[in-house]
């Protein structure tokens, strides 16, 4: 199993954020991390805090975490992605995600229709452009070129490279078969080992119509994780993220998060959560999320715990464990991911 640290947040946009992120990116590296992904929500875009690692790291495989389809067009997503590979030595995965209405529509001034068929067709068009191709397509969201007008189909001016990953961040079940179809791998969300099948067989379904080995798609989730022999505060601190997941991240009509943790066994508790959190009780919302699913997607206890909750997802098939250390400063997290570190390599 290999390793993943997450830099940048939802909100995140501040110089001094930044550094001490990058040098706990470095140091994480240097423990033998093998993968950063950015994140892109309001603050940070996804790309820029890539390119800044990729100047300083030697080893580390940096990834968007995601890259938002509705505000890119195909073809600059390519060209970015392509870029980084090139600065980076291959050291480069092109990770997309639809993200969610109030982003899409408030933010990017997109509408949020059809958000898979835009994801395909993205796809299929990055993929012409990595093969070096002239970008000709006829699709719903896109077409190339324009009809009708002077534009004329063209092919990037740099070099092919096919091998660029795509890995997707999708939580609905059909988006899972679309990335069970079409992907490389897939960043999870929302995911305990208890209820793997809750997304794993939505993957295997896609990549079987397609045709292709299910093992040819590289699994990724995330947990947070500490040590200590009484996890009881740890995990009351977390409540309120979690009651944040199941309320705010989506609509009150469109919440994939709350919706993949119904799927996997939490069905009353994400519902009743989502409603408090809706009606403005946000207090009382982070005190009904059940311990259990903190549990269940936290690496909170000491050693033995810590271990064999990372058994389970390695027997789950996640084939990269994307660690959250947590701690009251810079050097109690990198303790906290040096110790899971060495769980995950005696696991």
């Known amino acids: 199993m290999k390793t993943a640290i997450a830099i940048g947040g939802a909100a995140s946009g501040g110089r001094r954020d930044f550094e001490e992120t990058a040098a706990f990116a470095l140091e994480a590296e240097k423990l033998g991390v093998h993968q950063a992904w950015s994140a892109e929500a309001w603050g940070y875009d996804a790309v820029s805090t890539l390119a800044w690692l990729a100047a300083r790291s030697t080893r580390l495989t940096l990834g968007t975490g995601i890259m938002q389809i509705s505000a890119r067009t195909p073809s600059m997503t390519a060209m ?3 870029t980084l590979a090139a600065l980076t030595g291959d050291r480069f995965i092109l990770g997309l995600g639809a993200s969610g209405p109030q982003v899409v529509e408030g933010l990017q001034g997109q509408r949020f229709r059809k958000p898979l068929t835009r994801m395909r067709e993205t796809i299929e068009i990055v993929r012409q452009a990595f093969r070096g191709e002239k970008l000709h397509y006829q699709g719903e969201h896109f077409v190339l070129p324009l009809p009708g007008g002077e534009g004329r189909a063209l092919r990037l001016a740099q070099a092919p490279n096919p091998n660029i990953p795509i890995w997707l961040a999708t939580l609905s079940p059909r988006a ?3 990335t069970g179809e079409l992907a490389d791998g897939w960043l999870g969300t929302s ?7 809750a997304h794993l067989v939505h993957l295997r379904r896609g990549a079987e119509r397609a045709g292709r080995s299910f093992a040819e ?4 989730v995330g947990a947070p994780v500490a040590f200590c022999s009484d996890p ?14 199941l309320g705010a991240m989506g609509s009150a009509r469109t919440n994939f998060y709350n919706d993949a943790y119904r799927r996997g066994g939490f069905e009353d508790a994400a519902r009743e959560v989502q409603r408090l959190w809706l009606a403005g009780r946000r207090e009382e919302a982070a005190k009904r999320v059940p311990d259990e699913m903190i549990r269940r997607t936290t690496l909170f206890g000491d050693e033995e715990f810590v271990r064999e909750r990372i058994r389970r997802y390695r027997d789950a098939g996640i084939g990269v464990l994307r660690l959250d250390p947590r701690g009251r400063d810079q050097k109690a997290r990198l303790d906290n991911l040096a110790r899971a570190l060495q769980i995950v390599r005696g696991c």
């Open 80 to 82: 970015t992605a392509m």
């Open 176 to 178: 899972l078969e679309l």
């Open 191 to 197: 995911f305990t080992p208890e209820a793997a099948d």
């Open 217 to 220: 798609l590289t699994l990724c």
């Open 232 to 245: 009881a505060k740890l995990i009351a601190a977390a409540k309120p993220n979690m009651a944040f997941q």
